[in-house]
């Protein structure tokens, strides 16, 4: 079974600085996708950014980027210049063309920025 | 283009009553997946409908259902309610399946009391 694992439940970070955080998950398949979604208190999910397994290239959205590690099964989610706005939960999540559009979550980060 | 749309967006039951929520895709796309969200659980998949047919279920009872309609709307039911069913239901919609970006509407909060 696919498993997605968040170790950090909550992290804390001084606007402007860059924070990293973490996401390990299980999977046997070589054909997939890995995700980072954020959800402000709105409760809308919003998608950051997406990495597909095939690629080496890590993936970049402005000042998010990702470390994907394939070997050690590892997909951690950097965010450069933090601003108040970045505060949210951040889930990372996992998906499989197998399994069509079903994504499997981790437990989730809270993140708070500090002014 | 119009987001994905959530109806009801909040909701109180009962214990023992029944419920439909509704979840509308953006215009053109056709997949449409469900998930219950709970501080316990977490994120958790219901089930994917696709093409009017139901594509993929979660671990869910049977008190959970859904179904999809030609237009690509969605809904889905929960009968016989249970404390434990109070949750945030989201409803996400892609073009298609596998490859295709998913957006997710803004939820539905169901409090069952």
């Known amino acids: 079974a696919q498993t997605v694992t968040q170790s950090q439940p909550e992290m804390s970070v001084q606007e402007a600085e860059t924070v990293t955080l973490s996401c390990t998950y299980d999977?046997?398949?070589?054909?997939?996708?890995l995700f980072w979604y954020k959800q402000p208190p709105s409760r809308q999910m919003i998608l950051v950014i997406r990495q597909e397994a095939y690629k080496q290239q890590n993936a970049t959205e402005n000042r998010f980027s990702v470390n994907f590690q394939k070997a050690a099964k590892s997909f951690s989610l950097k965010i450069s210049d933090s601003q108040l706005g970045d505060a949210a939960m951040y889930f990372c999540?996992?998906?499989?063309?197998?399994?069509?559009?079903?994504?499997?979550f981790g437990a989730g980060t809270i993140l708070r920025v500090k002014s | 283009k119009a987001g994905v749309t959530q109806t009801p967006r909040y909701l109180i039951k009962t214990r023992g009553q029944q419920v439909t929520l509704s979840c509308s895709p953006i215009?053109?796309?056709?997949?449409v997946s469900w998930y219950q969200q709970t501080p316990g659980q977490g994120l958790q998949f219901l089930f994917e409908?696709?093409?009017?047919?139901?594509?993929n279920k979660g671990n869910f009872p049977g008190r959970f259902s859904g179904r999809q309609f030609s237009n690509s709307r969605s809904e889905m039911n929960v009968s016989t309610l249970e404390l434990g069913d109070s949750a945030l239901y989201l409803c996400?919609?892609?073009?298609?399946?596998?490859?295709?970006?998913?957006?997710f509407g803004p939820g539905t909060r169901l409090t069952v009391t």
């Open positions: 999540a996992y998906r499989t063309p197998e399994y069509g559009n079903k994504l499997v």
């Open positions: 409908y696709f093409s009017e047919t139901q594509r």
């Open positions: 999977t046997s398949e070589s054909d997939y996708y």
């Open positions: 996400a919609s892609s073009l298609g399946r596998s490859i295709y970006e998913q957006y």
């Open positions: 215009s053109g796309h056709r997949s």
